[in-house]
T-cell receptor, first 109, second 118 residues
Framework: KQEVTQIPAALSVPEGENLVLNCSFTDSAIYNLQWFRQDPGKGLTSLLLIQSSQREQTSGRLNASLDKSSGRSTLYIAASQPGDSATYLCAVMGNQFYFGTGTSLTVIP | GAVVSQHPSWVICKSGTSVKIECRSLDFQATTMFWYRQFPKQSLMLMAT?????????EQGVEKDKFLINHASLTLSTLTVTSAHPEDSSFYICSARWSGGPSTDTQYFGPGTRLTVL
């Protein structure tokens, strides 16, 4: 069964710093990988989708990479802002979506 | 992008009552919809996979008689929590799978429904 792990579980950084969130998965047979943002009590917001044939995707200050063979993905956030504070989830899609455990990010003004 | 709606967005009910949550894909047809549950400070957990016109497939540990799923059309799936109890209080999120278009085989998520059982 696919297992998705995110490290770190929590991260606190001062505003303006660049940061990297990590996601690892055990089964490389995936269709795609998505990074989501979840604000407290809210639903999921899709940030980036990487198809299995792709290596990375970029949107604004966000860059996500995918190394399917090693079972790893990273989400890079440049010039972090207090509004980036949220929980970030990665999810891999095989026959179903498997979610990671999430990283709780706090950006300190 | 594709939109998935859920109704209601939050509901408070008494223990023992049943609650129905609707999930709609607004601008695409979804042959498959998924229901997730999220307890506080935990990640989402898949409850069941709902295929239009057939019985839902439940994950291990999820009681199918308690969480009734009906996927009546290509744009609507419903989750009914029967005889709800306080331990059923959670955040329920649905997603709809879109197998066509530029973003193939991806899921679009609803905004979630917060259920509180008193």
């Amino acid at each position: 069964k696919q297992e998705v792990t995110q490290i770190p579980a929590a991260l606190s950084v001062p505003e303006g710093e660049n940061l990297v969130l990590n996601c690892s998965f055990t089964d490389s047979a995936i269709y795609n990988l998505q990074w989501f943002r979840q604000d407290p009590g809210k639903g999921l917001t899709s940030l980036l989708l990487i198809q299995s044939s792709q290596r990375e995707q970029t949107s604004g200050r966000l860059n996500a990479s995918l190394d399917k063979s090693s079972g790893r993905s990273t989400l890079y956030i440049a010039a972090s802002q207090p509004g980036d504070s949220a929980t970030y989830l990665c999810a891999v899609m095989g026959n179903q979506f498997y979610f990671g455990t999430g990283t709780s990010l706090t950006v300190i003004p | 992008g594709a939109v998935v709606s859920q109704h209601p967005s939050w509901v408070i009910c008494k223990s023992g009552t049943s609650v129905k949550i609707e999930c709609r894909s607004l601008d695409f047809q979804a042959t498959t919809m998924f229901w997730y549950r999220q307890f506080p400070k935990q990640s989402l957990m898949l409850m069941a996979t709902s295929n239009e016109g057939s019985k839902a497939t439940y994950e291990q540990g999820v009681e199918k008689d308690k969480f009734l799923i009906n996927h009546a059309s290509l744009t609507l799936s419903t989750l009914t929590v029967t005889s709800a109890h306080p331990e059923d209080s959670s955040f329920y999120i649905c997603s709809a799978r879109w197998s066509g278009g530029p973003s193939t085989d991806t899921q679009y998520f609803g905004p979630g429904t917060r259920l509180t059982v008193l």
